[in-house]
């Protein structure tokens, strides 16, 4: 449990400057198990094919491995970390905030954090000043609870990360990374006032930096936009990107149908589950009334579309632009839509992966899915669907994906309705 002292005097930076520190050794191990690969087990597999070259290579593959696990696991306590830099900054503004409303309401605030009123206030100004008294302790209790919880969380975080590399499968550090990125989103949550009155709601959002409520809105947009208190102008700056569609929405229906099988009509359905997303936040369907679904420049879905009784619906009932990620891209991009780069990715845009190289399907995006949040320290998380995971990190899963599918790219586009 933090204290009020603590949370007071905390010196965030410090942890930032330990997440780099970390995110260099994950990116030094990364380099190490590239660099195994294309000096040791390459080279072997074309100047030493008997059976004693196929055990050196084994042994290098192993020792490569165990560089990309600790990249991996690496990764993960960085994110936590660097997370908690920005948590315990919101939280201790929050802290600032509700001192500063308690002593310029002539109430005092001692080494504990507990809220008094003088003794030498009078009678007519006892009853208005215990009034204060009781919102500025909600206030700072509010503040040390969020930074408790955040403490909590990153702890989480680098105890599922604090493994052996050499004990654990590639697919199991994967594992422990994404429950490091899922406990830094939770300190982010954690922050939000949820169940107080609209007026502290609303000081608390007042009390914050610009900086600190962008951080906020990029990272659970969801569960700020549903807070009880904050001004119109906020809840529209939310869900009123001017895309034409609601990316609130989008990212509400991307992360509660992750692995909603229902939506699987295809053999993959990953721009499918995307589309649907966008079809949730209000993004509305272009449809040709001629050409309809064969129309390579629509986007959308005939009155069959969702129905699995019509055998190979792809090209007939749905558009390409729906359910091909390479049509997508492309669809979106002619349509008013423009690429934006991770660092000004938003909730509500669409990430898809690509390959480096030409590929024989003549394909360049093989896979998209919904970014449904931004944390502070600028790692892009996503959700996808066949297979369904939630607020995936683009930057700490791309490495991971690379080691199995080769080199990548990654586009972010920014959809926006002009049709």
Known sequence: MVTFAELRDARPNLWESAADDILDVSKQAERTADNIHANGVDPLVDHWPDHTGTLARDSLTSCANRMVNAGILARGVATALDTLEDAIGVAQRMLVSATTFATSRNLTVDENGTVAVPDDTSAEDYYRAILWRDEAQSMIDDAVEAASQADRSCLDAITACSVDPDSVSSDTAREKQAQAVQAALKEMRNLLPDGQPPEEVRRWWAGLTPEQQLQLERAVPVELADLDGLSKDVKRELTDSG????????????????????????????????????????????????????????????????????????????????????????FFLSNGGQTVGLDQAMPGDVVYFNYAQPHESGDFSHHAAVVTGVLPDGQVLYTQHTPGAANYSVQDRLPMIEQGEGAQTITIVRPKETW
Request: proline share 2%.
């Open 243 to 330: 895309r034409g569609y609601n990316p609130v929405e989008t990212v509400r229906f991307a992360i509660a149908n992750a692995e909603n099988d229902e939506l699987d009509i295809f053999g993959n359905n990953c721009a499918n589950f995307v589309s649907h997303s966008l079809d949730a936040g209000g993004l509305g369907e272009k449809m040709d009334a001629w050409a309809g679904t064969l129309d390579d420049d629509n986007w959308g879905r005939s009155a069959a579309g969702e129905g699995d009784w019509i055998p190979g619906l792809e090209g007939k009932t749905h558009t390409k632009s729906w359910f091909n990620s390479d049509a997508q891209r492309e």
